[in-house]
């Protein structure tokens, strides 16, 4: 079983659309994140959550929405998205609380704004 | 402004060679330092890591360097492959960023055979 899973891998949608990206991880952790990654640019942080409670919102706007029912799942609820907002949008998680804060990272989902 | 900086957007060496990977960081309150590796279409997987305590860590081929005085660590690989062609991330972290990972922009490797 792949540790950090995300669905879908590509999405394609409109301004007025709304889309959910999901992130299911397999590895005990109970610290999820969402980043963006635009071309040329490091990883960009956009929300934290650890044991399920959001700690982290890097001034993230509203149309972007983030949801944890649980430790092993994390949902981004997309709407009424702009065309500079095309990026690819990783998942991570790691062991909380631990003095390793390694990050183990989805596939990604490859987001296009048209 | 960038608090981790990879210098060098692209790398190219033969294979066989050693590839050398550099980040320079300027928050002094960091002391945890990661490599990642990316494929392309693929997110981006731990390579190796080092603390602050430390001045070195290796794990098979790949080596990496930490120079606190300086802010500056390094990744070695030795020997290089072709399979070492990928977008190379440093990243750190620390309590004055609440433990988060702070990333460099990366660094394009490729190996030629």
């Known amino acids: 079983e792949t540790g950090v899973t995300q669905t879908p891998r590509h999405l394609v949608m409109g301004m007025t659309n709304k889309k959910s990206l999901k992130c299911e991880q397999h590895l005990g952790h109970n610290a999820m994140y969402w980043y963006k990654q635009s071309a040329k640019k490091p990883l960009e942080l956009m929300f934290v959550y650890n044991f399920k409670e959001q700690t982290e919102n890097n001034s993230v706007p509203s149309r972007f929405s983030p949801e944890c029912p649980n430790s092993s799942h994390l949902f981004l609820h997309l709407h009424t998205l702009q065309p500079e907002d095309s990026a690819l949008y990783l998942c991570a998680s790691s062991r909380a609380g631990s003095e390793a804060d390694t990050q183990y990272f989805g596939p990604g989902t490859r987001l296009t704004v048209l | 402004d960038q608090q981790v900086k990879q210098n060098s957007p692209s790398l190219s060496v033969q294979e066989g060679r050693i590839s050398i990977l550099n980040c320079d960081y300027t928050n002094s309150m960091f002391d945890y330092f990661l490599w990642y590796k990316k494929y392309p279409a693929e997110g981006p997987t731990f390579l190796i890591s080092i603390s602050s305590i430390k001045d070195k860590n290796e794990d098979g081929r790949f080596t990496v360097f930490l120079n606190k005085s300086a802010k500056h660590l390094s990744l070695h690989i030795v020997p290089s492959q072709p399979g070492d062609s990928a977008v190379y991330f440093c990243?750190?972290?620390?309590?004055?960023?609440?433990?988060?990972?702070?990333f460099g922009s990366g660094t394009q490797l490729t190996v030629l055979p």
């Open positions: 990243a750190a972290s620390g309590e004055g960023s609440a433990r988060q990972l702070t």
